[in-house]
């Protein structure tokens, strides 16, 4: 197995765990912590398809950028991009008293938003562990 793939396979290993954690995160009521902690998991995954294409570093946190960077054989689909800048906006908001004015951001996130943000890591995810699969399936 090459360098590229075990590293992908690392980085969507750890994109799973992250989004278990935020799910308990959620049932635990913080869900601030459960909005962040959605954007890694995302993160992690796309980084997971970029590691499994290329073998090369990814840098950056942006998902949305991430995603945008995967040429069109990926799948990158709209609704994909769009799940990625919704996840975007908790990577420094849903961790800084200082990011959202007069607002600490465990009085700032909902269990709707944390719900929202984990169900767009989970297809995110799930998306990223086809394409992994799939590079490995072809060889590639």
């Given amino acids: 197995m090459s360098k590229g793939r075990q590293d992908a396979r690392l980085w969507l290993r750890q994109a799973g765990d992250d989004y278990r954690f935020g799910r308990t995160a959620l049932a635990g009521g913080f869900y601030a912590q459960a909005c962040f902690v959605a954007q ?15 073998g090369r570093p990814v840098i950056g946190h942006s998902v949305h950028v991430l995603l945008r960077r995967l040429n069109a054989r990926a799948g990158v689909t709209a609704e994909l991009l769009a799940l990625a800048g919704e996840l975007d906006q908790y990577y420094v908001s849903a961790r800084y008293p200082d990011a959202l ?13 944390a719900r929202a943000a984990l169900s767009a890591a989970h297809r995110i995810v799930r998306w990223a ?3 992994v699969s799939r590079k490995r399936q072809h060889g590639g």
Avoid: N
């Fill in 101 to 113: 004015p007069g607002v600490a951001p465990v009085d700032a996130f909902s269990i709707d938003q």
């Fill in 40 to 54: 890694q998991a995302a993160e992690k995954a796309v980084k997971a398809v970029h590691y499994g294409r290329t």
């Fill in 129 to 131: 562990r086809t394409q």
